[in-house]
């Protein structure tokens, strides 16, 4: 079985660029899941997608971060402009399509993103 | 608000040493707990869980058992290999996954 799929791996922007960063979860999984790690922390949510709805993105900063999930497969995470503190790892996840809490979430192997 | 504490590192153990990381956790309602581990170069990955007090989560050797009266989840393993060495974090899930800030282990032969 296929894994959560990420790219790019690594991006390097100056700062006030924008970027984005693409995700394909887990066939037939319904939940996704983006979130920040910053270097030396653990992963923070960003937002989370049922299907192609928004069920929680209360820590997601709008003013320069959106998302979308068309369609309820594919996502795409933005950022414009990036600042120097967007610097870190973005991860995207998948799970089941019941979207408890007590479920396993699959992630994806990260894009490592660097703002200078 | 929700979170979760762990025990600082790095760790660094010889190889079939007794390992121990102590995670507790603060939440409103009874939260699933969760251990992920993040090998080198590799993406996050699910280790154990365990979705009620009491529970018991085990793979690969290692356990934690919820603890809803110390509202914690230290993870243990018996004799840790060098292959252990990863970074560990436990997280919890009420209304969404929290993590905690991870603690990297090292295991020397």
């Known amino acids: 079985e296929a894994g959560v799929a990420q790219s790019p791996r690594y991006k390097i922007i100056e700062k006030r660029q924008s970027v984005a960063f693409w995700c394909n979860p887990i066939s037939g999984h319904a939940t996704l899941y983006w979130y920040q790690q910053i270097l030396g922390q653990g992963p923070k949510l960003l937002i989370q997608?049922?299907?192609?709805?928004?069920?929680?993105d209360s820590q997601l900063p709008k003013d320069r971060f959106s998302a979308e999930r068309l369609k309820g497969v594919d996502s795409t995470l933005k950022i414009q402009p990036a600042k120097l503190e967007d610097s870190a790892v973005y991860l995207c996840?998948?799970?089941?399509?019941?979207?408890?809490?007590?479920?396993?979430?699959?992630f994806g192997p990260g894009t490592r993103l660097t703002v200078l | 608000g929700n979170s979760v504490t762990q025990m600082e590192g790095p760790v660094t153990l010889s190889e079939e040493a007794f390992l121990t990381i102590n995670c507790t956790y603060t939440?409103?309602?009874?939260?699933?707990l969760f251990w992920y581990v993040q090998y080198p170069g590799e993406g996050l990955q699910l280790l154990l869980k365990a979705t009620k007090a009491d529970d018991k989560g085990s793979n690969k050797g290692f356990e934690a058992t919820y603890r809803k009266e110390t509202t914690s989840f230290h993870l243990e393993k018996g004799s840790v290999q060098v292959s252990d060495s990863a970074v560990y974090f436990c997280a919890q899930g009420a209304q969404k996954l929290v993590f905690g800030q991870g603690t990297r282990l090292t295991i020397n032969p």
């Open positions: 939440a409103t309602g009874y939260p699933s």
């Open positions: 997608f049922q299907n192609n709805g928004v069920v929680d």
């Open positions: 996840a998948s799970s089941l399509p019941s979207g408890r809490a007590s479920d396993t979430q699959y």
